[in-house]
């Protein structure tokens, strides 16, 4: 049977494609919004660690499946070589109705006003494609506060002084402080330092229906058993359902944008539950499946007027993609400092973002979410063994005895560090699978060590008897934080879309995922997702008039 007509397509139900869809529904428009995956539920994993989606070593607990998803990845002088989801390598997004705002550890950062004027501060920089944003903060800082308290925030800011400024405060207090955070806390301020509550999109108290989070220790990777961390999945995306004009259709993998000999988006074609290819039209399409699938889906969008992928004939589509460098030191202490009191992250600094002598950007340094132990598995001080006696007692002794801090180092865009469609792979359904390359910016590495010697520095204040760093290398496939594929621009040589995410090339196709990013910020990038959702969003309903834009 043929699918009816609809206004809207949205693909991918994230943060992005969620906000999207409530805000198109909720306007009266008709919407299919469409996921690769499917819903999750907390008592289908539990909080085994062998599907949580930070460690993955046999599955990615909520998708995708290795099954039917794989890409192909730089193989030194071999080429390219095959890898699936729970290699590091694929560069893995969630893959579920919610996507990543399922599984994520919630952090709920603004970016920094200067986040979107990084040329105007910096200036050209040699071998990186850094611009300012179309936007400011000032006209974004509406839709953060859409975000904080549609979806729920808890944070507190007062002893911040670098926060961004807000017209109002967050939703929800802060969360208190667990053993960890108190101890930093105090080797903070000693060291003249800011510290204050990690922002989260996680209730401290019941918000809007749903309980206040438990601090359970396994949630970063995990899906929260009482629902206490927001996600579009128990927010926006039951709005929208509720309006009677969004249908969500799961387990369908979109294959392609189907463009008309005008150049104009007439609807998808997918792959149904059952695998078949079917058609679904529509007075326009949204695109919110990541920066690395966003890009491979408007890569393998083909027709006469756009042989080379839908809205890339200046070649932009896919390039400048980027994640954050994490860096960052380990600290041993003498005495336990776990008090299991989840999610672990609780305490940030804002001190080394845009405000140190001689680096350019920077980032926000916290400490880190509770290591689960197979996880600690992976944490050694340098030529220390991974196997035998010694590791097992690494193991014993330190699992209470180490705090981690960590941050995102804002990387550079690079031109060259890219996402492409591979010419002859293709993936369960015979779609060309993408192929991500490149190599990080000079100064992203700068950055890195630099913010890694302000950790450490952090941790031996706080008492740690040991310490090491942990930096990034100049490669690094990107994943949780990916950005900057299909970038908002005013001058279409030079960007994909315009300030509301509509491609340059094609009036009625838009971006609203992480891809618009011009910049990545020196923060998770998920609040900013969110807010963007709805100021593309908003701009749809705005301009909307019957069957087509005004």
């Not at 591979?422 to 369960?428: E, S």
């Not at 005013?490 to 094609?506: A, C, F, K, M, W």
């Not at 998920?526 to 019957?546: C, M, P, R, S």
Request: aromatic share 10%; net charge neutral.
């Amino acid at each position: 049977m043929q699918n009816r007509h609809v206004n809207a397509v949205v693909i991918g139900a994230g943060a992005g494609g969620g906000v999207v869809a409530k805000d198109l529904s909720s306007g009266g428009l008709s919407v299919v919004l469409f996921e690769r995956g499917r819903w999750h539920t907390f008592d289908e994993h539990g909080d085994d660690e062998l599907t949580s989606q930070r460690t993955f070593p046999l599955k990615c607990g909520f998708g995708p499946d290795n099954e039917r998803n794989w890409r192909m990845a730089p193989d030194g002088e071999k080429g390219w070589r095959k890898v699936f989801p729970n290699d590091w390598s694929y560069g893995n997004n969630a893959a579920c109705v919610g996507s990543g705002t399922v599984s994520y550890g919630a952090m709920a950062w603004r970016f920094q006003p200067v986040d979107f004027h990084l040329k105007t501060k910096y200036g050209a920089m040699p071998g990186s494609t850094l611009d300012d944003w179309p936007l400011s903060y000032e006209e974004l800082e509406p839709y953060y506060e859409k975000a904080e308290y549609e979806l729920g925030v808890s944070g507190d800011p007062a002893n911040d002084p670098f926060t961004p400024p807000r017209k109002n405060p967050y939703p929800m207090s802060g969360f208190s402080f667990n053993r960890e955070g108190i101890i930093l806390e105090k080797a903070a301020k000693n060291l003249g330092l800011h510290p204050f509550p990690i922002p989260m999109l996680r209730n401290s108290v019941p918000y809007n229906g749903r309980p206040a989070c438990i601090r359970m220790r396994s949630c970063v990777g995990f899906a929260c058993p009482v629902g206490a961390k927001a996600g579009t999945q128990n927010t926006v995306i039951p709005t929208a359902l509720k309006t009677g004009n969004c249908e969500l259709r799961i387990n369908c993998m979109v294959s392609e944008i189907i463009l008309d000999d005008k150049g104009r988006a007439r609807g998808v074609r997918y792959y149904d539950a059952d695998n078949k290819l079917r058609e679904q039209t529509s007075d326009l399409v949204v695109v919110s499946a990541s920066a690395s699938e966003t890009a491979r889906l408007l890569l393998n969008s083909k027709s006469k007027l756009f042989p080379n992928g839908a809205g890339n004939n200046n070649g932009w589509v896919g390039r400048n993609i980027q994640d954050h460098a994490y860096t960052g030191a380990y600290g041993l202490f003498d005495d336990e400092v776990y008090d299991d009191v989840g999610p672990g992250a609780c305490i940030a600094i804002n001190d080394f973002n845009h405000r140190s002598p001689d680096i350019i950007g920077g980032g926000v340094l916290c400490n880190e979410f509770i290591r689960m132990p197979y996880q600690f598995t992976t944490i050694r001080p340098p030529d220390s063994r991974s196997w035998g006696k010694e590791h097992k007692d690494f193991q014993r002794h330190n699992f209470k005895r180490h705090i981690a801090i960590h941050g995102p180092v804002q990387e550079m865009p690079v031109f060259d560090k890219k996402v492409e469609v591979d010419p002859l792979v293709k993936d369960f359904w015979g779609i060309p699978v993408a192929r991500i390359s490149g190599l990080r910016h000079d100064n992203d590495i700068k950055v890195a060590h630099f913010l890694a010697d302000k950790a450490e520095k952090w941790l031996k204040e706080a008492g740690a008897v040991y310490t090491w760093k942990a930096f990034p290398g100049k490669t690094g496939t990107p994943s949780q934080h990916q950005a900057g594929t299909c970038r908002m621009g005013n001058d279409p040589e030079t960007s994909v879309t315009n300030r509301y995410g509509q491609l340059h090339e094609i009036d009625n196709i838009f971006i609203a995922d992480g891809s618009l990013h011009v910049n990545n910020g020196g923060y998770n990038p998920a609040l900013t997702i969110l807010a963007l959702g709805y100021w593309v969003g908003g701009h749809i309903i705005d301009t909307w008039k019957g069957t087509k834009m005004k």
